[in-house]
């Protein structure tokens, strides 16, 4: 019954490791996103991906790239990771028009607390 | 480009009373969304309450209601009745239609006992 599922939950690796983080939603949506939240708690927009369209956040380093293999997954790949990474990262979705109402509001899955050492 | 911000970094409340989050936003668009969203310890993102920016009644669910003043690019939330559960950080978000979201700093919001 799980909307937006992330995995790994958590995801502990060495500084200069390469890895990802899977999200997958049940929704039907068309548009999904990865944010990032830091030490602060300050969320910040990485990506979000519709229909093949990628928008990407130009402050997001290009180590980062998302990979959509199908409408209901959007993953996240890091490659040689460093200690400014370490942070909480969040897939969500949306469903960009339905019946000629936008409906604009992002599910979230519960987040992958990654720690770069 | 659009910027949120909450100006209380902390707040709390007892419980069974009543407490008002705080959230201005900056944009010259004059369709869009507005939002609250939740995020306990447990680390989810839970959506408490959203709004159109075209519709003038302000958005009620349950004990969370918003006070949405469009001029004043104002869009606050009420708790009334506050429950421990409703300790967690809470962020406002401001998106134009092409679900662009911008989430603000966040509010902790403590209820003591």
């Given amino acids: 019954d799980t909307a937006v599922s992330q995995t790994p939950k958590y995801l502990v690796t060495q500084m200069g490791n390469d890895k990802s983080i899977k999200c997958e939603q049940n929704l039907g949506h068309d548009t999904m996103y990865w944010y990032k939240q830091d030490s602060k708690k300050f969320l910040k927009i990485?990506?979000?991906?519709n229909n093949k369209e990628l928008i990407i956040n130009e402050t997001v380093p290009n180590r980062f790239s998302p990979k959509s293999p199908d409408k209901a997954?959007?993953?996240?790949?890091?490659?040689?990771?460093?200690?400014?990474d370490s942070a909480v990262y969040f897939c969500?979705?949306?469903?960009?028009n339905r019946g000629g109402r936008i409906f604009n509001e992002q599910f979230f899955g519960p987040g992958t607390r990654l720690t770069v050492l | 480009?659009?910027?949120?911000?909450?100006?209380?970094?902390?707040?709390?409340?007892?419980?069974?009373?009543?407490?008002?989050?705080?959230?201005?936003?900056?944009?010259?668009?004059?369709?869009?969304?507005?939002?609250?969203?939740?995020?306990?310890?447990?680390?989810?993102?839970?959506?408490?309450?959203?709004?159109?920016?075209?519709?003038q009644q302000n958005a009620t669910e349950n004990r969370f209601s918003v006070n949405f003043?469009?001029?004043?690019?104002?869009?606050?939330?009420?708790?009334?009745?506050?429950?421990?559960g409703d300790t967690a950080m809470y962020f406002c978000a401001?998106?134009?239609?092409?679900?662009?979201?911008?989430?603000?700093a966040g509010t902790r919001l403590t209820v003591k006992p």
Avoid at chain 2, 70 to 81: N, T
Wanted: charged residues 15%.
């Fill in chain 2, 69 to 84: 003043q469009k001029a004043a690019k104002s869009f606050s939330l009420k708790i009334s009745d506050s429950q421990l």
């Fill in chain 1, 73 to 84: 997954h959007l993953n996240l790949h890091i490659n040689s990771l460093e200690l400014g």
């Fill in chain 2, 94 to 104: 401001f998106m134009k239609f092409g679900n662009d979201m911008r989430f603000g």
């Fill in chain 1, 92 to 96: 969500a979705s949306s469903q960009g």
């Fill in chain 1, 46 to 49: 990485m990506f979000s991906y």
């Fill in chain 2, 1 to 55: 480009a659009q910027t949120v911000t909450q100006s209380q970094p902390e707040m709390s409340v007892q419980e069974a009373e009543t407490v008002t989050l705080s959230c201005t936003y900056d944009t010259s668009e004059s369709n869009y969304y507005l939002f609250w969203y939740k995020q306990p310890p447990s680390r989810q993102m839970i959506l408490v309450i959203r709004q159109e920016a075209y519709k």
